[in-house]
C-alpha cells in the first residue's frame, strides 16, 4: 500500500524465482481454470538443460471466491500448518503446492466443508490477508533445500485493490491476461493490461478462452460466443501476444470440479470421450506454457 513519504519498495516473495499472475478484468472467464492448469502444464515441463522438472506452486489471492481449493481437490483439507518462524506451509495435492485464502476459513455446515464460508472484510483486512499469503508462505519443499522456480497467483477478477497491491509490493515477473471472445470481455482486458502497465507488472501475453467448441459428430470448430477477430485485433493493438485459443471443452469443467485437472487427466480414453476439442486444449495449454516458460527466463537460460 501507498505510504506517505514516497513509493513503498517492491520485494520478491521469498523462496521464489518468478512470479507469474494469471488475471482478467472480468470475471469468470476461466482465469482459475487457466491459472491451475497453466501451473501443471509448466511443472511438465524441464528446467532449462537439466533434467530435472519446474517445481511450481499456486497462490490463490481471490480472498472473496477462492477456487484453487476445489480446482486441486483440496476443499476439505485441514488449515495450513505454521513454521516455528510463524509462516504458512502450503497445502500439497497432485505433486503441487498451494496457498489459499480458502483453507484459513473456518469449516461450518452438515459436511464440514467451507464452501459456504464468506468472507465479509474490507479494506485493510483484507490487505493484510493478502500481504500474509504474499510474504509469509514458506514454499521450500520438504527437506528445505528447493524454493520454487515458479509462483503461478490466481488473481481475483477485476482492476481492485488486490492486483494493485501486487503490483506495488511485489516484483512480478509476468502476467496472463485470459478473456474470452465476447466485446464485453475486451473491453476489460484494456482496463487489465492498463492497470498492471501503470504499476510496471511486464504482460507476458493474453489467452482467448472459451474460444470456440468442436463438435464430436463434425469436428469443425463453433465459434459459441463470435469471431476471435476482435480479440487478436485488441491483442494486435496492444502490443501483447496472444499466447493460445483454447476451445470449451466438457472435461475441463468437470475435472475442475473433481479437483482434478484436465491438464493432469487428459489421457487418451478422457481426450475421447471430448472428441478432437479436449486434443487441441492440451495442445494449445502446453504451448502457451513454452512461451511462458521462456518468457520467464529468457535472460537466464
Ligand atoms: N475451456 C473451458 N472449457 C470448459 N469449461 C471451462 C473452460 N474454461 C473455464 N471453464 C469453466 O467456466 C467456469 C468459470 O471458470 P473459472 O472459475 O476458472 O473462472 P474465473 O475467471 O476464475 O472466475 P472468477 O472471476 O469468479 O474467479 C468454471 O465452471 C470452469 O470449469
Ligand atoms: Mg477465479
Same mark, same amino acid.
Given at each position: 500500500?501507498?505510504?506517505?513519504?514516497?513509493?513503498?519498495?517492491?520485494?520478491?516473495?521469498?523462496?521464489?524465482?518468478?512470479?507469474?499472475?494469471?488475471?482478467?478484468?472480468?470475471?469468470?472467464? #476461466?482465469?482459475?481454470? =487457466?491459472?491451475?492448469?497453466?501451473?501443471?502444464? /509448466? $511443472?511438465?515441463?524441464?528446467? *532449462?538443460? +537439466?533434467?530435472? @522438472?519446474?517445481?511450481?506452486?499456486?497462490?490463490?489471492?481471490?480472498?472473496?471466491?477462492?477456487?484453487?481449493?476445489?480446482?486441486?481437490?483440496?476443499?476439505?483439507?485441514?488449515?495450513?500448518?505454521?513454521?516455528?518462524?510463524?509462516?504458512?506451509?502450503?497445502?500439497?495435492?497432485?505433486?503441487?503446492?498451494?496457498?489459499?485464502?480458502?483453507?484459513?476459513?473456518?469449516?461450518?455446515?452438515?459436511?464440514?466443508?467451507?464452501?459456504?464460508?464468506?468472507?465479509?472484510?474490507?479494506?485493510?483486512?483484507?490487505?493484510?490477508?493478502?500481504?500474509?499469503?504474499?510474504?509469509?508462505?514458506?514454499?521450500?519443499?520438504?527437506?528445505?533445500?528447493?524454493?520454487?522456480?515458479?509462483?503461478?497467483?490466481?488473481?481475483?477478477?477485476?482492476?481492485?485493490?488486490?492486483?494493485?497491491?501486487?503490483?506495488?509490493?511485489?516484483?512480478?515477473? #509476468?502476467?496472463?491476461? =485470459?478473456?474470452?471472445?465476447?466485446?464485453?470481455? /475486451? $473491453?476489460?482486458?484494456?482496463? *487489465?493490461? +492498463?492497470?498492471? @502497465?501503470?504499476?510496471?507488472?511486464?504482460?507476458?501475453?493474453?489467452?482467448?478462452?472459451?474460444?470456440?467448441?468442436?463438435?464430436?459428430?463434425?469436428?469443425?470448430?463453433?465459434?459459441?460466443?463470435?469471431?476471435?477477430?476482435?480479440?487478436?485485433?485488441?491483442?494486435?493493438?496492444?502490443?501483447?501476444?496472444?499466447?493460445?485459443?483454447?476451445?470449451?471443452?466438457?472435461?475441463?469443467?468437470?475435472?475442475?470440479?473433481?479437483?482434478?485437472?484436465?491438464?493432469?487427466?487428459?489421457?487418451?480414453?478422457?481426450?475421447?470421450?471430448?472428441?478432437?476439442?479436449?486434443?487441441?486444449?492440451?495442445?494449445?495449454?502446453?504451448?502457451?506454457?513454452?512461451?511462458?516458460?521462456?518468457?520467464?527466463?529468457?535472460?537466464?537460460?
Amino acid at each position: 500500500m501507498p505510504r506517505r513519504g514516497g513509493p513503498v519498495q517492491k520485494r520478491s516473495i521469498p523462496n521464489v524465482q518468478k512470479v507469474l499472475a494469471v488475471a482478467s478484468g472480468k470475471g469468470g472467464v #476461466g482465469k482459475s481454470t =487457466v491459472a491451475v492448469n497453466l501451473a501443471f502444464s /509448466l $511443472a511438465l515441463k524441464q528446467h *532449462g538443460q +537439466s533434467n530435472q @522438472r519446474l517445481r511450481v506452486g499456486i497462490l490463490d489471492l481471490d480472498i472473496f471466491g477462492p477456487s484453487v481449493p476445489t480446482l486441486m481437490g483440496l476443499q476439505n483439507s485441514d488449515e495450513p500448518e505454521l513454521t516455528s518462524g510463524g509462516a504458512l506451509l502450503p497445502i500439497v495435492n497432485h505433486g503441487l503446492p498451494t496457498m489459499s485464502m480458502g483453507y484459513l476459513l473456518p469449516k461450518s455446515g452438515d459436511d464440514a466443508s467451507r464452501a459456504d464460508a464468506a468472507v465479509v472484510w474490507r479494506g485493510l483486512m483484507v490487505q493484510k490477508a493478502v500481504q500474509q499469503l504474499l510474504f509469509d508462505v514458506d514454499w521450500r519443499d520438504a527437506a528445505q533445500n528447493h524454493g520454487l522456480d515458479i509462483l503461478v497467483i490466481d488473481m481475483p477478477p477485476g482492476t481492485g485493490d488486490v492486483p494493485l497491491t501486487l503490483g506495488q509490493l511485489v516484483n512480478v515477473d #509476468g502476467t496472463v491476461i =485470459v478473456s474470452t471472445p465476447q466485446d464485453v470481455a /475486451l $473491453a476489460d482486458v484494456r482496463r *487489465g493490461i +492498463s492497470m498492471f @502497465r501503470k504499476v510496471s507488472v511486464p504482460i507476458t501475453g493474453t489467452m482467448l478462452n472459451q474460444a470456440y467448441f468442436v463438435c464430436s459428430s463434425c469436428s469443425a470448430p463453433h465459434q459459441l460466443f463470435g469471431s476471435p477477430d476482435a480479440f487478436r485485433m485488441t491483442a494486435h493493438k496492444l502490443g501483447v501476444d496472444v499466447l493460445g485459443e483454447l476451445p470449451l471443452v466438457k472435461g475441463v469443467s468437470s475435472g475442475g470440479d473433481n479437483g482434478i485437472p484436465y491438464a493432469l487427466s487428459c489421457s487418451e480414453r478422457q481426450t475421447k470421450e471430448d472428441g478432437a476439442g479436449g486434443a487441441v486444449w492440451r495442445n494449445v495449454m502446453a504451448d502457451a506454457a513454452a512461451k511462458v516458460y521462456d518468457a520467464l527466463f529468457k535472460d537466464t537460460l
